[in-house]
């Protein structure tokens, strides 16, 4: 089951390097914080994505629609605070 946790660990940090550039390209970048038990995926939106008022949009239509493409179980992915 770890072995299952760690697997999937890795794949979203695959595909949140994919889409880092893009929000690098806009200042912004993104952090992988951790997927919780239901297969939240929690993330943190740092320097222009932090405070951007497209953040929502970018973090749903881009970072999860992505995520959920590549890896069906992924439930949800949400911004959080450090």
């Not at 993104?30 to 970018?58: H, W």
Request: contains cysteine; glycine residues 6%; negative net charge.
């Amino acid at each position: 089951m770890e072995n299952d946790r760690s697997k999937l660990n890795q794949k979203v940090q695959n595909v949140i390097d994919q889409v880092r550039p893009y929000l690098q390209q806009d200042g912004g970048d993104i952090n992988f914080i951790e997927i919780t038990d239901d297969n939240v995926v929690n993330v943190e939106l740092i320097g222009a994505c932090g405070a951007c008022p497209f953040s929502t949009m970018t973090l749903k239509n881009g970072v999860e629609a992505t995520l959920k493409k590549v890896i069906p179980e992924i439930k949800e992915v949400v911004a959080i605070n450090l």
